[in-house]
């Protein structure tokens, strides 16, 4: 079979996933961004366990949200979470909540996430750049850096922006 060639049980795959999608089965799609439109703010504002600390970041066209523990926070690493969502779905407190959950499986280690840009108000490439602004921003914090002069730690200034 050459490689262009779809086989018989590909073919058959295609068709009855044409067949359970139909409008008519499983009822109207939802358009890229209507589900969130729909959602709006109905989420409560969320309220930062008293564990962490949660520091707001404003990167220009975004935001993001460094969580940090308290007690025993780990210096020497980070975890940059890209939050879920297809670049559709702002953040949610879900991922707020996630990023808790890392922290304190990871013995401290601080999560920072950023709020970027999504779809269909900011179209690809937007969440990509805002992603990568993010990473950007870890490193010119000193995050990932062989050099211990370079290396971010508790000896090194905390993050610019006032804690929220």
């Excluded at 262009?4 to 996933?17: F, H, P, T, Y």
């Excluded at 840009?117 to 179209?123: D, I, L, S, W």
């Amino acid at each position: 079979m050459r490689e262009n060639e779809a086989s018989i049980r590909g073919k058959v795959m295609r068709d009855l996933i044409a067949h359970v999608t139909n409008d008519h089965l499983i009822g109207k799609k939802i358009k890229n961004g209507e589900l969130r439109k729909k959602i709006g703010d109905s989420e409560p504002p969320w309220k930062c366990p008293d564990c962490f600390s949660l520091e707001v970041i404003g990167m220009g066209n975004f935001s993001m949200e460094y969580l940090q523990s308290k007690e025993n926070p780990n210096t020497e690493k980070v975890i940059l979470q890209l939050h879920g969502g297809g670049y559709v779905g702002a953040m949610r407190n879900a991922y707020r909540m996630f990023a808790g959950l890392y922290c304190e499986v990871s013995h401290g280690m601080s999560v920072l996430t950023p709020d970027y840009r999504v779809a269909p108000e900011h179209p690809y490439p937007a969440a990509l750049e805002d992603a990568y602004a993010a990473y950007c921003y870890l490193l010119e914090q000193g995050w990932f850096s062989d050099r211990p002069d370079r290396r971010r730690g508790g000896s090194l200034p905390r993050l610019r922006e006032k804690p929220v």
